[in-house]
């Protein structure tokens, strides 16, 4: 069983800055393709940023600019570092991760933590 812890959650002005941090744990062989998701009420879950095992990175056009994904597989943790926020950043955030286990690759979520950007 595989769990990710999310912090960094909060509110914050617009033009400020959040850093949004995933540790994943139990039965963890390594990690594949990691990501950050976001979902604002009454919108469909969307890609922010991705980064996979040997580090190629995917942001979101929204964001390109702003984010900065970051990872540490030796610790299993991922970041988000998230700069000159705008009020239409508000949303929850999800980690997501690839873990290999048994040979085979599981996919699994955060509970998500809450960003809201006030202007």
């Known amino acids: 069983q595989v769990q990710l812890v999310e912090s960094g959650g909060g509110l914050v002005q617009a033009g400020g800055s959040l850093r949004l941090s995933c540790a994943a744990s139990g039965s963890i062989f390594s990690m594949n393709d990691m990501g950050w998701y976001r979902q604002a009420p009454g919108k469909q879950r969307d890609m922010v940023a991705r980064?996979?095992?040997?580090?190629?990175?995917d942001y979101a056009d929204s964001v390109k600019g702003r984010f900065s994904i970051s990872r540490d597989n030796a610790k299993n943790t991922m970041s988000l570092q998230m700069n000159s926020l705008k009020p239409e950043d508000t949303a929850v955030y999800y980690c997501?991760?690839?873990?290999?286990?048994?040979?085979?690759?599981?996919?699994?979520w955060g509970q998500g933590t809450q960003v809201t950007v006030s202007s």
């Open positions: 980064i996979s095992r040997d580090g190629r990175t």
């Open positions: 997501y991760v690839r873990v290999v286990r048994q040979l085979n690759e599981y996919p699994y």
